[in-house]
């Protein structure tokens, strides 16, 4: 049985439960609110749509009827606003989160929990804190999306599948994540030189990239969706499936979410986004490719960021 709990059901948390349902991923979806009626609502609604997917129970429970759940997915908190950086939201998320950890970890000891709220890395090192769970159990989304945003723009530059493009988001997720150029590349092509490869023996052709507006695209994405629509909630939910399905699939992928580091990189006591390996019991490990030195400053200067928001807030 593929049980998961999912605490906090506005528009992220209730897109991810439609998701798990459409993809037929679990055979039990709980949906946990403060809101216990926003609750209810979402559950029906897309429980009178179950015929047609795979066979699942989905319905608005409490804390205790998280109990046996394989995956818990953490989405509660205030959402961010237009303008507003997810660090901004800091102290009233972790408070939030706070009070949560010890009403879910009591009936739900053994799951993998998947920190989705921002600011998703401060939230995931309150979760290693207070939770008193494995590491391996406690996986914050990370960049997880910011890495979907990259694959997505560069497959729309260069007219290829999203599956040949292999480059990755690293550090927080907000304003000081970077992108490692040195090791992004199109069907083991490095990136910097598709444009001059592609299309030699062909009609296809790929246009040399601007990096830095590329990169601008990325880290500005989220807020530019908030802007036109009021949140985000797609990428993040398909996002967040992903990891789900690597997690009860069994089989090791790897993908940037964020874990704690332990001297990675130079990197200690803060978790952010690497490349780490997910699967059956959660965070498996890390994959510590090498990256430049420009690129090892920049991991490290988003770390002290976050360092910084951690040092000025009670956690």
């Known amino acids: 049985m593929n049980k998961i709990s999912i605490i906090g059901t506005g528009s992220v948390g209730s897109t991810i439960a439609y ?13 946990i609110d403060i809101n216990h009626e926003k609750a209810l609502g979402e559950a029906l609604d897309i429980r009178q749509g179950t015929p047609f997917c795979a066979p699942c129970s989905i319905y608005a429970g409490d804390y205790p009827d998280a109990a046996g759940s394989g995956i818990v997915i953490l989405t509660s908190g205030v959402a961010r606003k237009a303008g507003q950086s997810r660090l901004e939201l800091a102290q009233i998320n972790v408070d939030i989160t706070k009070s949560i950890i010890p ?29 008193g769970l494995p590491e391996s159990n406690i996986i914050g989304s990370g960049t997880i999306l910011d890495t979907a945003r990259l694959r997505a ?7 290829i599948s999203q599956s040949n493009v292999h480059a990755y988001v690293f550090g927080e997720h907000g304003d000081s994540s970077f992108i490692p150029w040195s090791v992004a590349n199109i069907s083991n092509v490095p990136i910097t030189q598709c444009h001059k490869i592609f299309g ?58 964020s874990t704690m580091m332990h001297g990675e990189y130079g990197i200690e006591d803060v978790c952010l986004s690497t490349l780490n390996v997910v699967g059956r019991k959660g965070a498996c490990g890390k994959v510590n490719i090498k990256l430049t030195d420009d690129e090892i400053a920049k991991l490290r200067h988003s770390a002290d960021t976050l360092k910084d928001v951690i040092n000025s807030i009670k956690i």
């Open 153 to 159: 723009r560069l497959s729309e530059y260069c007219h």
């Open 200 to 257: 030699e023996d062909s009609e296809f052709t790929c246009p040399e990239l601007d990096l830095t507006e590329i990169e601008d695209y990325v880290r500005k994405s989220g807020g530019r969706v908030i802007a036109r629509k009021g949140a985000t909630f797609y990428a993040v939910s398909m996002s967040v499936c992903h990891i789900c399905k690597c997690i009860l699939s069994g089989i090791d992928t790897t993908m940037t979410v």
């Open 103 to 131: 009403e879910i970890t009591r009936y739900a000891p053994d799951a993998v929990y998947v920190i989705v709220s921002n600011p998703v890395d401060v939230l995931t090192y309150t979760f290693h804190k207070l939770s």
């Open 19 to 31: 998701s798990l349902a459409i993809l037929g991923m679990a055979s039990e979806i709980v949906m």
